[in-house]
């Protein structure tokens, strides 16, 4: 898929659902960290999960699993734009830079990254609203209670999707005062990021409520540990129960899944469409 085609479903109310492949160029990521923190690799395994079947590849230049230490600038933009420039030239594709920095994503569009994903949901800093508006790209805005190094420490909510929902609200109000187009939103609950074990299943199970403020919704479920806390496997043995929860997803109106396993969910998005008539 190429951003004209991205941009064409974005305003599509009948949407079908999309891939996005995950691609951590880190040494520390929780799943497949150090295995693409080479420059050629990396963009090799881009080109690889395109042909798997990738709508879209999301480069994250630095982990952010609970605990992680942050990086900084000039190391986050060494990691990411050499392998969005190797991308490009290879492929249209659709980019989507994993970064709450703006100066990172700024430098990353410019390279040719389509799409900003940011875990703070245009929070942690100042000028990423601003810099959204003025590029005028799609932005992932993601629910998240703290930040990647206390996000697990105490996920409390008293009602755990009303409060993303409210988030979304204020995120959503702020972003089209500041000149950010509804549709260049997509919301992501953030499954995992400050979020129990329970948590993550209540946002699977409820997620048509947070589809019906009328925005597309990614779900990242992929490998992640409320899935190996329930059948007690390490993340690389995941690719079952990360499979139930796509399909639970899209099942709930999920249109964009974000996993690891690009061949094996390709397939299990197509069986789970036919199920739900999307067409």
């Not at 951003?3 to 995950?22: A, E, P, Q, V």
């Not at 392998?83 to 492929?91: D, E, L």
């Not at 409210?166 to 260049?184: A, C, H, W, Y």
Request: glycine letters at 8%; proline letters at 4%.
């Amino acid at each position: 898929m190429n951003i004209d085609s991205f941009k064409t479903w974005l305003g599509d109310d009948n949407r079908k659902s999309l891939i996005m492949g995950i691609l951590n160029v880190t040494p520390d990521s929780f799943s497949d960290g150090g295995q693409y923190n080479n420059t050629q690799k990396a963009i090799d395994y881009a080109l690889k999960m395109e042909d798997e079947g990738a709508d879209l590849i999301d480069i994250g230049g630095e982990s952010t699993r609970p605990g992680a230490k942050q990086v900084d600038i000039e190391e986050e933009l060494n990691r990411v734009i050499p392998v969005i420039n190797g991308i490009r030239k290879n492929s249209n594709i659709v980019i989507s830079i994993d970064t709450y920095k703006s100066s990172v994503a700024d430098k990353a569009i410019k390279t040719g990254a389509n799409i900003i994903n940011d875990i703070s949901g245009l929070r942690f800093d100042n000028d990423m609203v601003r810099l959204a508006s003025e590029l005028q790209v799609p932005v992932i805005v993601m629910h998240m209670l703290g930040n990647p190094q206390n996000m697990q420490n105490y996920p409390i909510y008293n009602n755990l999707v009303e409060e993303i929902i409210l988030f979304f609200k204020e995120r959503v109000d702020l972003m089209t005062s500041n000149g950010i187009l509804k549709n260049n939103i997509i919301l992501d609950p953030g499954i995992g990021f400050g979020k129990t074990v329970d948590h993550n299943f209540t946002i699977i199970r409820e997620l048509s409520s947070i589809v019906d403020l009328g925005f597309p919704v990614l779900v990242g479920p992929s490998r992640k540990s409320f899935i190996g806390h329930t059948l007690n496997l390490p993340p690389g043995e995941r690719i079952e129960g990360t499979a139930a929860a796509v399909t639970a997803a899209i099942m709930h109106g999920s249109r964009i899944v974000r996993v690891h396993d690009v061949k094996e969910m390709s397939r299990v998005v197509k069986v789970t469409e036919q199920i739900c008539g999307i067409t």
